[in-house]
């Protein structure tokens, strides 16, 4: 009897331990999955954007040859620039573009940073910036039928894609009826009414082409607009049958980004590029969601502000993409701008909450759309 109770005690903590991991084992197994897992990631975890990068995918600029020089990679690196325009000084061949742009992108790569927009001005006829391209001789103006518009933006969308370019500024829908404009050879010659199908059937080519349109401009230049290149310019109001036609526009086809003109109206002291008026008008109005991008801010049409100034004050009205193109600035001018944005934006919480806005919009949009 003594044996027995001995060895009853002695199994006794034995079986408390089998329940206890019973028990363990048991609880393990049937907890859900996502206690398990929670730790792994949560945006929180995730280290906050620099001023720096949160403005660098506002920023397109063009630069100066035919390969990047080391200021300007530097110039990609410290601000995770969103976009690089190409002109022709750019281009000497398909070979030598390809390889420019396989080096601007290797640099966002290695960076981590998100790809950049290649952009061009590429629109037919005398604006077009690759005389390879299969349709270069073909202007607005001589497009006429929305089965042509289609095909020739398809074709060249196909051509710029092939070359690694993913955004064109085009179509142009400034409604100019005038042969001494400055923008006549660029524009369809149709009623305004058959312009906006024309360009509808234009962005769906090169969108198809998984090409990105720039359509532009907004608000537009009319009849007696002088060329922003060089001058100083007025246009119509914002609230015309021109400007109300955007509406129709984005309510037939999705217009993924906007260029917004340097014309001032009448009924705004401010060029449209920088007026939160004419902005406001665009989003709230004609209800536009898209990308919205200046036109060149090297343009002797912003000459009353300093580079510094126009480039804040873009920021300020609300337009997502400062474009320089390097038409007139370097390297050297761009980093001086994009330093002094930074200092500002670090004094502004509202502009720089904003910034943030900006860069997801941007972002999101080429995680859907960009190699």
Same mark, same amino acid.
């Given at each position: 009897?003594?044996?027995?109770?001995?060895?009853?005690?002695?199994?006794?903590?034995?079986?408390?331990?089998?329940?206890?991991?019973?028990?363990?084992?048991?609880?393990?197994?049937?907890?859900?999955?996502?206690?398990?897992?929670?730790?792994?990631?949560?945006?929180?975890?995730?280290?906050?954007?620099?001023?720096?990068?949160?403005?660098?995918?506002?920023?397109?600029?063009?630069?100066?040859?035919?390969?990047?020089?080391?200021?300007?990679?530097?110039?990609?690196?410290?601000?995770?620039?969103?976009?690089?325009?190409?002109?022709?000084?750019?281009?000497?061949?398909?070979?030598?573009?390809?390889?420019?742009?396989?080096?601007?992108?290797?640099?966002?790569?290695?960076?981590?940073?998100?790809?950049?927009?290649?952009?061009?001005?590429?629109?037919?006829?005398?604006?077009?910036?690759?005389?390879?391209?299969?349709?270069?001789?073909?202007?607005?103006?001589?497009?006429?039928?929305?089965?042509?518009?289609?095909?020739?933006?398809?074709?060249?969308?196909?051509?710029?894609?092939?070359?690694?370019?993913?955004?064109?500024?085009?179509?142009?829908?400034?409604?100019?009826?005038?042969?001494?404009?400055?923008?006549?050879?660029?524009?369809?010659?149709?009623?305004?009414?058959?312009?906006?199908?024309?360009?509808?059937?234009?962005?769906?080519?090169?969108?198809?082409?998984?090409?990105?349109?720039?359509?532009?401009?907004?608000?537009?230049?009319?009849?007696?607009?002088?060329?922003?290149?060089?001058?100083?310019?007025?246009?119509?109001?914002?609230?015309?049958?021109?400007?109300?036609?955007?509406?129709?526009?984005?309510?037939?086809?999705?217009?993924?980004?906007?260029?917004?003109?340097?014309?001032?109206?009448?009924?705004?002291? @401010?060029?449209?590029? %920088? $007026?939160?008026?004419?902005?406001?008008?665009?989003?709230?109005?004609?209800? !536009? #969601?898209? +990308? =919205?991008?200046?036109?060149?801010?090297?343009?002797?049409?912003?000459?009353?502000?300093?580079?510094?100034?126009?480039?804040?004050?873009?920021?300020?009205?609300?337009?997502?993409?400062?474009?320089?193109?390097?038409?007139?600035?370097?390297?050297?001018?761009?980093?001086?701008?994009?330093?002094? @944005?930074?200092?500002? %934006? $670090?004094?502004?919480?509202?502009?720089?909450?904003?910034?943030?806005?900006? !860069? #997801?919009? +941007? =972002?999101?949009?080429?995680?859907?759309?960009?190699?």
């Amino acid at each position: 009897m003594k044996n027995h109770s001995t060895t009853r005690y002695l199994f006794f903590p034995f079986f408390i331990i089998l329940i206890l991991a019973g028990v363990l084992f048991y609880t393990s197994f049937n907890t859900p999955l996502r206690s398990q897992t929670a730790t792994i990631y949560t945006p929180q975890e995730e280290p906050s954007l620099s001023l720096q990068h949160l403005l660098g995918q506002s920023i397109m600029i063009g630069i100066q040859g035919t390969t990047l020089t080391e200021e300007e990679k530097n110039l990609l690196r410290t601000y995770g620039i969103g976009g690089v325009m190409l002109l022709e000084k750019n281009i000497v061949s398909e070979e030598q573009l390809t390889s420019l742009i396989s080096d601007i992108q290797a640099i966002a790569q290695k960076e981590n940073i998100p790809p950049l927009f290649i952009a061009i001005d590429q629109e037919g006829g005398a604006v077009s910036r690759i005389k390879t391209d299969p349709t270069y001789d073909i202007p607005q103006s001589k497009i006429t039928t929305p089965d042509t518009a289609y095909t020739t933006a398809y074709t060249r969308g196909t051509h710029l894609k092939k070359l690694g370019i993913t955004m064109n500024f085009s179509p142009v829908i400034d409604p100019i009826t005038i042969e001494e404009s400055f923008l006549w050879d660029r524009v369809f010659h149709t009623p305004l009414e058959k312009r906006i199908s024309l360009a509808v059937q234009m962005i769906k080519g090169y969108k198809d082409a998984h090409i990105t349109p720039v359509l532009k401009h907004f608000p537009g230049h009319n009849n007696e607009s002088r060329d922003t290149h060089q001058y100083i310019t007025d246009s119509f109001p914002l609230k015309t049958e021109y400007t109300q036609h955007f509406s129709s526009l984005f309510a037939q086809t999705y217009v993924p980004a906007v260029m917004i003109s340097h014309t001032t109206s009448e009924t705004d002291e @401010l060029p449209a590029t %920088l $007026s939160k008026t004419a902005l406001s008008y665009l989003t709230h109005e004609l209800l !536009y #969601t898209g +990308i =919205t991008v200046t036109d060149d801010l090297e343009m002797n049409a912003l000459s009353l502000f300093s580079p510094k100034e126009r480039s804040l004050k873009a920021l300020q009205a609300g337009v997502d993409i400062l474009l320089f193109s390097g038409y007139q600035y370097n390297s050297a001018v761009h980093e001086d701008i994009l330093s002094y @944005l930074v200092s500002e %934006l $670090s004094l502004r919480p509202d502009l720089s909450s904003s910034l943030q806005s900006r !860069y #997801t919009k +941007i =972002t999101s949009y080429k995680e859907k759309h960009l190699p």
